[in-house]
């Protein structure tokens, strides 16, 4: 009996109530590969899952209420608007634009008002909104459905509460991320000063200007206005810590290794545990994710394929992760693989789309590890997995 008949047989797995309306995202090669202890080992090699991948609960419920909204508005014919990408995917957004839903970019977001009208109907992204768009919607009379995270909201309470309690904010992140884009709106709101450093070299470059009381001009030069608000370091002497909720928890870790040792140098430790607060706001979905990651890399695969949306930042950490370990291509599905010999990716340093050639080794058998984000459908990487067990047969 060869390997490929020993693989349990096809059955779904029984799907949860909360999960019913999640069924076109699924993939039965995915389940049988799960099943199966997350190995699938075909004819040419070995092909592994991680312990943990793919869509977190906050997707699962953005994805089910989107969905929920369609099947309802079917009936009444409203429109629906999205406000943005559901979620860094571009498989599932373009899944739901074929059920009849209007995706804003962020250009016409900006003017709502000339799109959205009382008898619509507005989703906000898992990202949420800024809070000027999200309160003109509410004003307008129109159904709003709001799928955001809810680890996303608690980054802004406690991100609001540290500005009631005197902290200027520093956000670890994009600065142009959805997410943070709306982190900084209620920042602002909130009456705050933040500032948005998205590297550890951007952290400790803040660090020294804090600690000389650099003026406001070598600030603003560091630090342009998508990334601050604020126009000098007074605020910052006493600074809370948040993080984009897909950051590298790791990255995060060192953050506040770097900010509190910066801040002991310049006031001395009890100055330090008086004028920083910290919050590891990085959601325990991409925590696992991560941890997943770097336990299927550090097994030694001969080569790992990352696979989720190129605007993915959860995704594109796991991607730098596995670089640490192992050869490694990111791929938003199945449409990547153009030969045996080319694979279509991205170079994340020019942010162009780049075909890389011998991505593939020739010897067999080989052991390939896939990971996917929290952001990528199953049935997409269902799709990345046939195809590669297609080439490694060849």
Request: charged share 25%; aromatic share 8%; proline share 4%.
């Amino acid at each position: 009996m060869s390997a490929e008949r020993a693989n349990p047989s096809p059955r779904r797995r029984p799907v949860p109530p909360h999960d019913q309306r999640l069924s076109a995202f699924d993939s039965e090669l995915v389940d049988r590969i799960r099943a199966a202890g997350n190995v699938w080992r075909i004819e040419g090699g070995e092909i592994f899952l991680p312990r943990a991948f793919g869509f977190c609960r906050g997707v699962k419920r953005a994805l089910a209420s989107l969905e929920e909204t369609c099947d309802r508005h079917r009936r009444t014919g409203k429109r629906i608007f999205l406000l943005g990408q559901i979620i860094h995917n571009p498989w599932v957004n373009d899944y739901f634009r074929q059920r009849g839903v209007q995706l804003l970019s962020n250009e016409q977001r900006q003017r709502v008002e000339e799109h959205v009208r009382a008898d619509d109907c507005a989703v906000i992204p898992a990202f949420g909104v800024p809070l000027e768009i999200e309160q003109h919607l509410r004003a307008t009379g129109c159904e709003v459905v709001d799928t955001s995270c809810g680890d996303v909201r608690r980054l802004w309470l406690w991100a609001e509460r540290a500005v009631r309690d005197g902290f200027a904010v520093l956000v670890f992140g994009k600065a142009d991320h959805d997410e943070t884009v709306v982190t900084k709106s209620r920042l602002a709101a909130a009456g705050g000063s933040y500032v948005v450093a998205n590297s550890l070299d951007q952290v400790r470059c803040l660090c020294e200007l804090i600690v000389s009381r650099a003026d406001g001009e070598r600030f603003r030069a560091a630090f342009g206005p998508q990334a601050t608000n604020a126009g000098s370091l007074d605020a910052f002497q006493r600074l809370a810590q948040v993080s984009q909720t897909t950051m590298l928890y790791s990255d995060t870790m060192k953050v506040r290794q770097i900010v509190h040792e910066a801040f002991v140098r310049a006031v001395g430790q009890s100055g330090a545990d008086e004028r920083l607060q910290f919050q590891p706001t990085v959601c325990h979905a991409t925590q696992d994710r991560q941890a997943a990651a770097v336990e299927l890399c550090a097994a030694g695969p001969d080569l790992v394929l990352v696979v989720g949306g190129f605007q993915s930042s959860n995704t594109r950490n796991l991607y730098r992760l596995a670089s640490e370990y192992a050869r490694a291509y990111f791929i938003e599905d199945a449409e990547a693989f153009r030969t045996a010999g080319r694979l279509h990716t991205i170079d994340l340093e020019t942010e162009k789309p780049v075909e890389v050639s011998d991505w593939l080794p020739a010897r067999r058998p080989l052991r390939v590890g896939i990971l996917a984000g929290a952001s990528s459908p199953e049935i997409v990487v269902g799709q990345v997995l046939q195809k590669l067990a297609d080439l490694l047969r060849a």
